[in-house]
């Protein structure tokens, strides 16, 4: 059985392993827009956690095994479509994550200076889409708003100091950015309260332990908590320690404000500030909005509320959900969803292994049952003649290495775990080195 798996993040991944370990086992071809696999592992995870970039090791004992295949610079909707590879594949599943942002829908949203935190991500990330955005870091004050790990990976990435930031693979651009940049404050914002935001604790400890920036929680907004859970009150016990901390005078610093929304962005021609909303919690622990507001001067504002799916030509959507609509992982007998685009952005790297075996189940469990049309097209052989039909410059999984090892060997020449190739031209000129050595 041969089955075409779409994006090579975890999700994508972990249904490839599952797949390959099948009995008896089936051939997959993992398909990526990209030249570089792993997704968010290599382009979402912060730069100075390392530590969870190393599920990347799972990935590659994945890729070692036979019948596996690395198709990457091959964008679907574009290079390839959806009736194409129910074609040329018995099954295929889709791995695509949730590839954009949600919006706030308020005045201002659109100034420059206002960013979703996802594209400040991948831009310090060397993700080589995002290159050639300028991010203005020449301003005193950042708005971070959400309370989720990515928001606090960004004020955190703000916060670092030269010294923390150059052992790590952030872009040279982005180091030197930020650690030159004047800003003094970052503020993040969340509606509702500490005991209802979704950092993980870990994550949040890890703000007490900045070189270069003071963390300011106003213990007004601890009074009261009522944690729900362990990792909630985890959460409020970290947040009542920073609150207890006199600030030391360091050169930044990080300011915690809970209880409250942003309802509208202020500035001629670009962000200048933000107008917040106090807001108090009805007995479901939503936030309800009060009369009280507040303006604060800021020179960037970036928006972390959350990631959202995106249709893909020619398979179902649900536009609310940002999903793909199943049953488990099955959108029907041949076609399949794994990861975000299963069940919306939530979970951690792991949690998408349990999900993508689900997902396979159902795929096995279809073949078994002879739910699957026979594709006498399926073949290796058929996909890479369609592909060089069209002109697609495939780079397989031996390209992949190319620019893996190129970018290891460049860092450790300065002590970092890489420096990454975060251009198209690089990426691919890289990986086209081995093709010309074969």
């Avoid at 488990?328 to 979970?347: D, E, F, L, Q």
């Avoid at 073949?379 to 090892?405: F, H």
Wanted: glycine letters at 10%; hydrophobic letters at 45%.
């Amino acid at each position: 059985m041969r089955v075409a798996v779409v994006g090579s993040g975890p999700a994508g991944f972990y249904a490839a392993g599952a797949l390959l370990s099948a009995d008896p086992p089936a051939e997959v071809d993992l398909i990526e827009r990209l030249p570089t696999p792993w997704g968010l592992v290599r382009l979402g995870v912060a730069p100075d956690h390392p530590k969870l970039k190393s599920v990347s090791r799972a990935f590659e004992r994945i890729a070692e095994q036979p019948g596996f295949r690395f198709l990457g610079n091959v964008e679907f909707g574009r290079d390839i479509q959806h009736a194409d590879l129910v074609r040329l594949y018995d099954a295929v599943i889709y791995a695509v994550g949730a590839q954009t942002d949600r919006r706030l829908g308020i005045p201002g949203e659109d100034l420059p200076g206002s960013w979703a935190a996802t594209e400040f991500v991948a831009w310090y990330n060397g993700h080589p889409d995002y290159q050639d955005i300028v991010f203005d870091l020449s301003i005193e004050r950042a708005v971070v708003i959400g309370n989720g790990n990515v928001a606090l990976d960004l004020a955190r990435m703000l916060a670092l100091t030269h010294d923390e930031l150059s052992p790590t693979d952030a872009t040279d651009a982005s180091i030197a950015a930020i650690a030159s940049s004047p800003i003094r404050e970052i503020v993040v914002v969340g509606r509702r309260g500490p005991a209802q935001a979704a950092f993980t604790t870990p994550e949040l400890q890890e703000m007490g332990a900045l070189a270069g920036a003071d963390v300011v929680v106003d213990s007004a907004d601890l009074e009261g908590a009522e944690p729900k859970s362990t990792i909630a009150e985890r959460n409020v016990s970290v947040l009542r320690e920073l609150a207890a901390r006199e600030p030391e005078g360091r050169p930044r610093r990080v300011a915690f404000r809970f209880f409250e929304s942003p309802v509208a962005i202020l500035g001629e021609e670009r962000v200048e500030g933000i107008e917040l909303v106090r807001n108090e919690l009805d007995e479901n622990d939503r936030a309800v909005a009060t009369d009280v507001r507040e303006t604060l001067s800021c020179g960037l504002v970036f928006r972390s509320v959350g990631y959202l799916g995106v249709e893909l030509p020619g398979v179902p959507f649900d536009a609310r959900s940002g999903t793909i609509p199943n049953e488990g992982g099955r959108v029907a007998p041949g076609v399949y969803c794994a990861g975000w685009i299963k069940r919306g952005p939530s979970g951690v790297i792991g949690t998408n292994k349990k999900d993508a075996t689900e997902t396979v189940e159902l795929l096995l469990e279809d073949a078994a049952a002879g739910r699957l049309e026979p594709k006498p097209d399926a073949s290796a052989a058929a996909i890479d003649a369609l592909l060089a039909e069209r002109g697609i410059q495939v780079i397989e999984y031996d390209g992949w290495m190319a620019i893996d090892e190129a970018e290891r060997a460049a860092g450790a020449k300065s002590g970092r775990p890489r420096i990454k190739l975060c251009t198209w031209d690089a990426l691919l000129d890289a990986a086209q080195r081995v093709a010309h050595s074969l």
